[in-house]
């Protein structure tokens, strides 16, 4: 299990991949759907969409 939060690193944000069971450490638990990958100019930010229909989202 992948836990996701503002300490994880860069390197494994990136591979996280369809499959990977993640968790925010809070109530966000469960198998990766998708990963969306977006830059706004400041931050990279990294979601991830779970079979169970929730988001986990990070900014770096």
Do not use: A, C, H, W
């Not at 759907?33 to 079979?51: A, C, Q, R």
């Amino acid at each position: 299990m992948i836990r996701i939060n503002d300490e994880t690193p860069n390197e494994v944000l990136q591979d996280v991949v369809k499959g990977n069971f993640v968790t925010d450490g809070f109530s966000k638990t469960g198998i990766v759907e998708s990963v969306e990958i977006s830059d706004d100019g400041l931050y990279k930010i990294y979601e991830f969409n779970l079979v169970t229909g929730r988001v986990i989202s990070t900014k770096r």
